[in-house]
């Protein structure tokens, strides 16, 4: 990690366990949250995802993961990476595109619980 800037410029989400930089125009890294109160917290929760990626493999659904470390995970960048974005940027799209993104989040979800791995935090961003 110590060749990679990341910096606020390069600062594209925030959660509780971890912030994503854009590294560059086909990769983003996740790193743990700064948070002292959740340090130990947040770098398990990178850890397990990283994990997580290598047992899920390669399904056409799941983002890809690039690659892995103890503290960081590196996974594809996507523009419009979530729906939302993609639905604020395209107002005019069609109810058959909105249904085709919903039946396949669905088959991620299926798929991520066909893996016994649960997964609680769906939305559209």
């Not at 700064?34 to 929760?45: E, F, G, R, V, W």
């Not at 594809?76 to 069609?94: E, F």
Request: proline share 2%; net charge positive; hydrophobic share 40%.
């Amino acid at each position: 990690m110590s060749n990679i800037n990341l910096n606020k410029q390069n600062l594209i989400s925030v959660s509780v366990f971890a912030y994503v930089y854009c590294l560059d125009k086909g990769r983003v890294r996740k790193v743990p949250a700064l948070d002292p109160d959740n340090l130990i917290l947040a770098t398990k929760s990178i850890r397990r995802e990283g994990q997580i990626y290598d047992y899920l493999s390669d399904y056409p659904r799941i983002i890809k993961c690039l690659n892995k470390g103890d503290l960081f995970v590196d996974l594809k960048y996507v523009l419009h990476g979530h729906i939302k974005s993609y639905l604020k940027c395209y107002l005019d799209t069609s109810d058959e595109c909105r249904i085709r993104f919903a039946q396949e989040v669905i088959e991620a979800v299926v798929f991520i619980y066909s893996k016994d791995i649960i997964y609680s935090d769906l939305a559209a961003c």
